[in-house]
């Protein structure tokens, strides 16, 4: 079989073009997470970055410092599986699969 380096270079010129649009994707994709009954939350955008945590006044107590810390990594966690699952959705499109978020689930 012989590879023409001419198609390959277009294949790879669109596969580059796709990649940055599905960036472009990924910034405007945003979750919230919630944990605590919706004390605290957190959003991401698709890159898995954290944009913004809200935490109710009431949890603002030096005694319960360790429960809020939780609370938010909780919240984080929920976000950011949100997000992966968004992501799959995406990205299966891009490759004409249904869902790929299997894929991300060794995201960090």
Known sequence: MQINPFDLLRNVQKLQEQMGDMQQKLEAVSATGASGGGMVEVDLNGL?????????????????????????????????????EAIGREMGGLVGMPNLSSLFAGMA
């Open 48 to 84: 898995i970055e954290l944009q913004a945590i809200r935490i109710a006044p009431e949890l603002v107590n030096e005694h319960d410092k360790d429960m809020l810390e939780s609370l938010i990594v909780a919240a984080f966690t929920d976000a950011r599986e949100k997000v992966k």
